[in-house]
């Protein structure tokens, strides 16, 4: 298995360019579902998790085609086509892998009328059940059926519209209902839904391809059920987390970055609450340059639904927050089991205490480098940006983690002058 070794000490500086956002292709790339025609997606980011839903959209039929992609390229222009569903199942083995896998049940039932898609069981953060994605398409009229840690829905009669009020903010459940709304007959009303950024992507690409979305970026959506969808091209937006992270990774070395493509707009909290720590944020013609004015200052935080501070920011936070000049509290509101990184960042020498959801962090004057293991996506790369202002080496292993949501994070960082290489585990 991959590791990656950093020795830690330098000052960032440069700039690099921000991806495509994972989370807004992952649900934009199941919209190809939806219609016969072709879905050209641009700047979708060269991840695991993005060939991980090409794979299992290729299962149900989709083709994918990779614009004439040149090798240092970051992100790509790819084409799906949806011209015949051949199946409408996501097998256990691909669900698992990726949870984001249940975005496809939304269009299938859309397009098909029946959509099989294994249950995708727990994860390294918390169980992560699907009951609110279930009971919003069994109110669009979808039968749901449970065997074998299947989920068996059908609409044979197609869908029709609905009003679904979420009772708690759900980003996947409200990708899913939206999904089947732009094709299910007459209006649906989506309450309390989720408005992180990407779901506002998706609407507008859903829009571009013919649907009759209003409310969008807000917590009430409408949608007018048409027809059919017909193709479109549409641009993903740039990733508001990878620009969060390369921020704590700038701010902690005390260096300068230009974060190219980078969008104030969509970094809600993050960027409020990284400027109360210390992290100073310039608009550049480009994107956003980020410097720290002079020493990192504690912040108290919990994690919350957009436009609160995000979850999936907790742990590259925690990660900056280990050297700053006083004590910050930490809370985790969203998922149960998000703190992994805590005991690999206490043996780098980290202060931190954790007290049911939320973590004490007492500011130390150094990190030391370690050897480390990584969990999950955010815990690797909190790892990353502790090892690239540790005294010595850091080794992270498992790194596959961080090849799900980070393109090609190393050269990014070795572009801004950082002394980091990827190494096999038994070099
Ligand atoms: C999306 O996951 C993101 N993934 C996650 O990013 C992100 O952490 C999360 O939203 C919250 O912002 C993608 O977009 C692919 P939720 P999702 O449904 O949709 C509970 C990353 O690091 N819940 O908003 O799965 C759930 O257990 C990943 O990029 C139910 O109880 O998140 C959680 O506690 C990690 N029942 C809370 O709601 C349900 O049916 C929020 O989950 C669905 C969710």
């Known amino acids: 298995m991959d590791q990656i070794r950093i020795r830690g000490g330098r000052r ?9 956002a994972k989370n807004a292709a992952l649900a934009l790339m199941p919209a190809a579902l939806l219609t016969d025609e072709p879905l050209t997606l641009r700047n979708l980011p060269r991840l695991a998790d993005v060939d991980t839903c090409s794979h299992l959209l290729n299962q149900l039929g ?10 240092d390229d970051f992100g790509r222009v790819v084409t799906l086509r949806a011209g015949r569903i051949t199946s409408t199942t996501a097998a256990y083995d691909i669900v698992r892998k990726m949870r984001a896998s249940v975005l496809v049940m939304g269009p ?19 169980n992560r059940p699907i009951d609110l994605h279930l009971k919003a398409l069994e109110a669009l009229g979808a039968r749901i059926e ?3 840690g299947y989920v068996r829905a059908r609409a044979p ?7 679904i009020v979420f009772p708690s903010v759900s980003v996947g459940a409200t990708e899913n209902a939206l999904m089947a709304a732009v094709l299910a007959k007459g ?4 309450e309390n839904a989720a408005r992180e950024p990407e779901i506002a992507d998706l609407a507008r690409c859903l829009v571009a391809m013919g649907a009759r979305i209003s409310g969008i970026g807000t917590e009430r959506l409408e949608i007018e059920g048409v027809g059919r969808l017909h193709g479109a091209t549409f641009r993903v937006m740039p990733d508001r987390i990878e620009t969060g992270s390369y921020a704590c990774a700038a701010a902690i070395t005390g260096g300068e970055v230009e974060l190219v493509g980078a969008e104030r707009a969509s970094l809600g909290a993050t960027l409020t609450v990284l400027e109360e720590g210390g992290v100073v944020v310039a608009d550049t013609p480009d994107g956003l340059k980020v410097t720290r004015a002079d020493g990192l200052r504690p912040v108290t935080v919990a994690t919350a639904p957009y436009p609160g501070f995000p979850t999936d920011m907790q742990a590259q936070l925690m990660a900056l927050m280990t050297l700053a000049e006083g004590a910050s509290l930490i809370t985790e509101t969203i998922f149960e089991n998000r703190f992994m990184h805590v005991p690999e960042l206490v043996r780098m020498g980290a202060d931190i205490t954790v007290k049911g959801r939320s973590a004490m962090v007492r500011g130390v004057d150094r990190l030391m480098g370690a050897p480390v293991m990584a969990t999950d996506l955010r815990a690797s790369m909190s790892l990353v940006i502790a090892g690239l202002a540790a005294r010595g080496e ?8 961080l090849d799900r949501g980070y393109e090609r994070l190393e050269e990014k960082l070795q572009a801004l002058g950082a002394d980091i290489e990827r190494t096999s585990e038994d070099d």
Not at 187 to 190: F, R
Not at 394 to 401: D, G, I
């Open 12 to 20: 960032l500086s440069g700039r690099i360019p921000i991806s495509g």
């Open 62 to 71: 989709v083709s994918t085609h990779v614009h004439g992609a040149r090798p």
């Open 108 to 126: 299938l039932l859309a397009r098909e009328g029946e959509a099989i898609v294994s249950r995708p069981g727990g994860c390294a953060i918390g």
């Open 146 to 148: 449970l065997e074998g």
């Open 157 to 163: 009669q197609g869908l029709r519209g609905a009003r």
């Open 187 to 190: 209006t649906t009303v989506i």
């Open 394 to 401: 850091t080794v992270v292993r498992r790194v596959y983690h």
